[in-house]
């Protein structure tokens, strides 16, 4: 995905834009890269920036909350995301929508016959909260083994 010049990874995601324009693209079984594919933002569940797309910053008098996602076919995001203090996710969800950072992030993807498959270490993506089924905050340790 190309960025427009100077503009944050997160924003561009949630510019109005129906689409989101690919370069270079391998779809799920399949050996060839198309050049160009067009991706609906709708469609568009969550995102990890690769070839060196910068994570957000961690900003100073923000409050770290360790969050578990509930998606769609069972998937499960652990993560954390940056709130003011005060501020409680439930309170932040209610009045925004579009894609929020999630930093330190662990992917839980259940597979249909055989073991989960975690994708550990994701140290940023970018979720489309409005695509997840739920969220909650959690404690610190793993809740997936």
């Known amino acids: 995905m190309r960025l427009a010049p ?8 949630n510019r109005p834009d129906q689409l989101y324009r690919l370069v270079d693209v391998k779809l799920p ?3 060839v890269h198309l050049p160009f594919f067009a991706l609906t933002r709708s469609s568009t569940v969550a995102v990890v920036p690769m070839d060196g ?3 957000p910053p961690r ?3 923000r409050r ?3 969050t578990e996602w509930l998606l769609h076919n069972g998937i499960i995001i652990e993560g954390t995301l940056d709130l003011y203090e005060g501020i409680r996710i439930s309170d932040h969800l209610a ?3 579009g894609f929020i950072a999630l930093h330190d992030c662990t992917i839980y993807m259940p597979a249909s016959s055989g073991p989960t498959t975690v994708f550990p270490r994701v140290p940023f993506l970018a979720l489309q909260t409005d695509r997840a089924i739920g969220t909650s905050e959690i404690d610190d340790g793993p809740m997936h083994e």
Do not use: P, V, W
């Open 29 to 31: 079984g399949q050996t």
């Open 53 to 55: 797309a910068e994570s």
């Open 59 to 61: 900003l100073e008098g």
């Open 6 to 13: 100077r503009m944050a990874f997160i924003d561009h995601l």
């Open 64 to 66: 770290s909350h360790k």
């Open 95 to 97: 009045h925004r929508a």
